[in-house]
């Protein structure tokens, strides 16, 4: 009976909702948290899985050697590859595409990559107008692999030791 | 010719000034309902621990604006099915009355529109008005998620109009008068004058029934996104969902300032050693609309039979106790306080 008297004074004066309006009145006080994107950026990981690079040795000898397990582990089937035997017997890639449309960045690619080959970087800013321009062919990759094989080999180099 | 000029220019004087007066209520309202927009932005932004608008112009001063540009240049879609008349008659039917409620709001002593002795039955039957626009809006559409929105909102209406009238019929016992300015003078003397007091759940069954009256959160059931995708105006594209948008906002301004001049004693200041003034009464509506929006931010939308059960057995038992008891203290020597 108290029990009820109480509660029927509580929604009287309307205690919960005053409870609840004092919460949200703190957080009109409190420290935004928003992040203005193009000035300012959230940490990343090294193992962020953003567009997709072919890596070259030191020597600019490209790594891939056409295995294909790439693509056959690939889920989207975004992967195309034809390969062909160079003058100087080793086997190497004549086409190598990423349809970057089908693509679901899910680094199995990476994982199943003997060489090292067929990496992901942190680029996430990249568009296409045409959805033609989103299908990555082989030299599209190797430039997108040159320019920043600086990060990625950082990248690499702090994950060796959890491989 | 100038026989002529001179016999019509007293003629006109009249008419033309009286435009020229709605004209300095209507284009304040407009900007202030614009930047009610930003402002409910950035105050749901803040609560939500964002910053709301900040892109266009300094501090996103410029968003209502820009969306004004957006919306104006969109195209209006009519569908197939819907009755054009009444599909384009009832954004016409929300604005007209939000804004034409104006006519006899009074900003200071003497400066009104309009001072008419039954000011505030002129308020109450221009916020009714309002309704039609929506029922029609729900029914003109031919779409179902719009006729449900048009439904709820017409059966909520009526029933927190009821809990609004028995509260203002407090505010009547008290002023004798239905003139809203002779409301506001009969709460001359300071803080401890004010209506709020004596009437005090009389005050907050008629802000929270202001609240419904004006389809805001959490008694947003006529639009319910969630629920019904935006109700009544689901089918409204462009500037005529843009002017059912300046309708909700109009008339939030329009309630906060009822509520300002009823309750809390409009113009007047609440301590003797400031003067009285409009300043005094606009800084009362931002309060009000800044109390709106933080329930926005606030709570979850009510359920459709929870505000039906509040409305009618709640609010309206409440304002008949407390009328009666206004009624009855007017009797007794503490007559004073209920002057």
């Known amino acids: 009976m108290l029990k009820k008297i109480k509660h029927y004074i509580k929604s009287l004066i309307l205690y919960e909702l005053l409870v609840g309006l004092s919460l949200t009145g703190r957080y009109f006080f409190s420290r935004k948290i928003t992040i203005q994107y193009p000035e300012e950026r959230t940490p990343q990981s090294p193992r962020f899985r953003g567009l997709l690079a072919l890596r070259r040795y030191p020597n600019g ?3 891939c050697i056409a295995c294909k397990l ?9 992967i195309t590859i034809e390969s062909e035997q160079r003058e100087d017997n080793t086997r190497r890639t004549t086409q190598y595409d990423i349809d970057l449309t089908k693509c679901i960045f899910c680094g199995f690619c990476e ?9 992901t970087t942190r680029i996430f800013e990249y568009h296409g107008e045409k959805k033609e321009d989103l299908i990555y062919t082989k030299e599209m990759l190797l430039k997108v692999g040159d320019t920043n094989e600086k990060q990625i080999a950082l990248d690499r180099a702090e994950e060796e030791k959890y491989r | 010719m100038e026989e002529l000029l001179s016999e019509w220019i007293p003629l006109l004087a009249k008419p ?14 407009m900007i202030a309902v614009a930047y009610l927009t930003y402002f409910e932005r950035k105050v749901i932004g803040f609560m939500q621990g964002r910053i709301g608008p900040n892109r266009v112009g300094y501090f996103g001063l410029l968003q209502p604006i820009a969306d004004g540009i957006k919306l104006m240049f969109k195209e209006i879609i009519h569908p197939t099915k ?12 929300t604005i007209a009355p939000a804004f034409a409620a104006w006519a006899v709001i009074p900003f200071d002593v003497g400066l009104v529109l309009a001072d008419i002795n039954a000011g505030l039955l002129y308020v109450l039957a221009m916020t009714s008005v309002a309704v039609y626009g929506v029922i029609i809006a729900g029914w003109a559409s031919n779409s179902k998620y719009a006729f449900l929105g048009g439904l709820r909102s017409a059966a909520q209406i009526v029933s927190y109009e009821i809990a609004m009238g028995f509260s203002l019929v407090g505010v009547l016992m008290c002023a004798n008068s239905l003139n809203l300015g002779e409301i506001v003078m009969g709460q001359v003397g300071g803080l401890s004058q004010w209506y709020l007091w004596p009437l005090f759940p009389l005050f907050i069954i008629f802000f929270i029934s202001a609240v419904a009256e ?5 008694f947003d059931v006529a639009e319910g996104e969630s629920e019904i995708v935006g109700g009544f105006h689901v089918e409204y594209s462009g500037m005529a969902f843009a002017i059912f948008f300046l309708a909700e906002y109009a008339n939030m301004i329009l309630v906060s300032m009822l509520t300002a001049l009823l309750f809390l004693g409009g113009w007047l200041s609440p301590v003797n050693f400031i003067p009285d003034g409009t300043p005094w009464l606009l800084l009362k509506v931002a309060l009000l609309l800044f109390l709106f929006l933080w329930f ?16 009618w057995k709640i609010f309206i038992p409440i304002t008949i106790i407390w009328i009666v008891f ?3 203290m007017m009797q007794t020597p503490y007559q004073d306080m209920f002057h």
Do not use: H
Request: glycine share 2%.
């Open chain 1, 70 to 78: 790439c693509e056959a582990v690939c889920p989207a089937l975004a």
């Open chain 2, 82 to 93: 819907s009755d054009n008349f009444l599909f384009l008659l009832a954004p016409i039917l």
């Open chain 2, 16 to 29: 033309i000034w009286t435009i020229i007066k709605i004209m300095a209520i209507v284009f304040p309202l």
């Open chain 2, 326 to 328: 206004v009624g009855f």
């Open chain 2, 214 to 218: 004006t389809n805001r959160a959490p």
């Open chain 1, 61 to 63: 000898e490209e790594r």
């Open chain 2, 296 to 311: 926005r931010a606030t709570f979850p939308r009510y359920r459709y039979d929870q505000i039906m059960r509040l409305g």
């Open chain 1, 111 to 119: 994982e199943s990559c003997p060489v090292d080959a067929i990496v």
